[in-house]
């Protein structure tokens, strides 16, 4: 899968999904970077074929309200320390996956 990462998760989580078989960027990568406003964040998932994964409530509501970005992984966990972020997600990636195969949003606590 085709994974874009929000400014509000870590870069280190690009490399995991990375380790894990997946294509992901972070937002640090566009041109720019994590000041790239929500729209074009949107566009470029949408343009790549890219799931965003985000903590961001805002992209919730563009799916819900307007089916953008198509899919999406809301990260509803509090702070956390990034390494225990990064781990939590990796722990769930197999649902994440099976999630996302058949429906456009899955949630991560």
Do not use: W, Y
Not at 24 to 51: F, Q
Not at 63 to 85: T, Y
Not at 91 to 101: D, N
């Amino acid at each position: 899968m085709k994974f874009l990462i929000d400014a509000h998760l870590p870069p280190s989580l690009c490399r995991a999904l990375a380790a894990e078989g997946h294509d992901a960027i972070h937002t640090s990568a566009l041109p720019d970077g994590n000041a790239a406003p929500d729209e074009v964040i949107r566009s470029v998932a949408i343009a790549e074929g890219r799931i965003l994964v985000t903590k961001d409530l805002d992209f919730f509501d563009g799916l819900v309200l307007h089916g953008a970005p198509p899919k999406l992984v809301l990260v509803r966990c509090g702070n956390m320390r990034k390494r225990d972020l990064v781990a939590l997600v990796v722990s769930q990636l197999e649902a994440i996956v099976l999630g996302l195969e058949s429906g456009d949003l899955v949630e991560v606590e």
